[in-house]
């Protein structure tokens, strides 16, 4: 049980960061962005390349995913930036995001004139945009049960289903029985897995929607005519031992510990209650961290045996891996060595120092990925592009 | 304990280090050179068996395979996912 200084949001939801970001309406805006996060201090910038020509329940889940990731726990302002002609619903989402009581400038390309007039805009809003955030934003103490976590899983080997996953699973038993959020995804990653994963699920209906979710990828990926052996898992995984889908599946599940899902959530939907929820996204890891950020998570927990840098720009990721050949030679990227499984050490240790890295980085330590500026946003995108 | 054994039920154990041919561990001799964390049959293991590990089948094999092998995509099918066996 540990406390901390949490961000507090109008919709009684805590933040464990205050970012103010820089969001594209569309792709044709992202360049924008990107030049605004490089160029102005402590703006935090969430590219995209969704936004236009998007269409049904596609061009919904994008419209949703920008929504929630500008009204995100750990959000305390938005400059948002539209080209101006995109589908995106730029009016609605700046709407949403001032009701959310969050302060937000909006930057229409087209409308000032240009990239390069609309670039001077923008870099003006975001100062003093920056200023406001931090005299408005309320704080008060919180607790692990206002937590979030999301859990990730990428560039497994064979070590992770041993060391890694286990241990994340251990944490994840604590957080739920602290009454915190948990949520986990990347549904290709239950194939092989899905009944021993769900046995233990009280509620029907979230039974039902995981297994039918595991059921449609897998009719998906059967659709493209090939082995799914190659894109899951991935040539990294099978050089890191991982033979089959089974396999990886088998080893990613027990990042569930032993709590069973609660409740089922559409890729990017709001999580709902305490508990370990399970989220529909593919197993690509930047498409399902995403997909957890508009979620509400506040904080991921991401395994990786072969070595992933990457984070997700406003939730701070913690990296753990079980392969120390992996922890020394990137160290500037993994933050806690789970490899001690192998020469004795119990699970639990492992899952105590993730807990507390867990308590120091509500309090404001940053993780590698965050000191490293590593960050990476990518939007699930089904249909075609029009 | 170089092979670990993760469920009773398992037909393949997982190499805790990387292990020589020719190597005797825990009742196997262990057939061919395998890395760190690769799997080796615990058994032999007939074509079309189910590979047993976390007490879950994990695939089938594609091949023979003999007690001390290791195991992997050389030998080792998966079930799921199996779009190249749509007619």
């Known amino acids: 049980m540990f406390k901390f200084k949490g961000y507090l949001r109008q919709d009684g939801t805590i933040g464990i960061r205050n970012f103010v970001v820089a969001v594209p309406a569309s792709v044709c805006a992202s360049p924008l962005v990107s030049k605004l996060a490089n160029q102005v201090e402590g703006i935090v910038g969430m590219t995209h390349k969704n936004g236009c020509c998007q269409i049904g329940h596609d061009f919904e889940r994008t419209n949703r995913a920008l929504t929630r990731l500008c009204t995100h726990p750990n959000v305390g302002g938005v400059v948002f930036v539209a080209l101006g002609c995109e589908g995106t619903p730029s009016e609605q989402i700046v709407e949403a995001i001032r009701t959310s009581g969050r302060p937000v400038r909006f930057i229409d390309i087209q409308k000032e004139g240009g990239s390069i007039a609309a670039l001077v805009k923008a870099k003006a809003a975001a100062e003093a945009l920056r200023k406001v955030v931090e005299e408005v934003t309320e704080t008060r103490e919180a607790e692990v049960e206002d937590l979030v976590v999301g859990l990730e899983c990428g560039g497994s080997d064979a070590t992770s289903g041993l060391a890694s996953n286990p241990s994340i699973g251990w944490v994840t038993d604590e957080l739920v029985k602290h009454g915190a959020k948990v949520i986990l995804s990347e549904t290709t990653e239950l194939i092989g897995a899905e009944h021993v994963i769900t046995k233990n699920v009280r509620d029907a209906e979230v039974k039902r929607k995981i297994l039918e979710a595991v059921t449609r990828v897998e009719k998906d990926c059967m659709a493209q005519g090939v082995d799914i052996r190659g894109s899951q898992p991935t040539p990294g995984n099978i050089e890191g031992g991982l033979s089959t889908i089974e396999e990886k599946s088998m080893g990613c599940a027990y990042k569930s510990g032993s709590s069973p899902f609660i409740d089922y959530l559409d890729y990017g939907e709001a999580v709902r209650k305490p508990g370990l929820s399970f989220m529909d996204t593919p197993g690509q890891d930047v498409e399902s961290m995403t997909g957890m950020a508009a979620g509400g998570a506040t904080v991921f927990l991401f395994s990786t045996g072969r070595g992933s840098p990457v984070g997700f720009p406003i939730v701070p990721t913690i990296k753990i891996t079980g392969n120390e050949k992996t922890f020394l030679r990137m160290r500037d990227d993994i933050d806690i060595d789970a490899s001690g499984v192998f020469r004795g050490e119990a699970i639990h240790e492992i899952g105590e120092k993730i807990y507390e890295l867990i308590e120091r980085v509500c309090q404001g330590t940053v993780t590698k990925s965050e000191a490293n500026d590593y960050h990476e946003v990518s939007i699930y995108k089904n249909a075609l592009t029009l | ?87």
């Open chain 2, 1 to 87: 304990m170089p092979l670990l054994v993760i469920h009773p039920k398992d037909n393949v154990g997982v190499a805790l280090s990387n292990i020589e041919k020719g190597t005797h561990v825990q009742g196997i001799d262990i057939r061919e050179d395998v890395k760190f964390a690769y799997k080796i049959a615990l058994m032999d293991i007939r074509a079309g068996e189910e590979i047993i590990k976390y007490g879950e089948p994990i695939g089938v094999a594609s091949v023979d395979i003999k007690q001390g092998e290791m195991v992997h995509v050389h030998n080792i099918e998966s079930v799921r996912g199996r779009g190249d066996q749509n007619v």
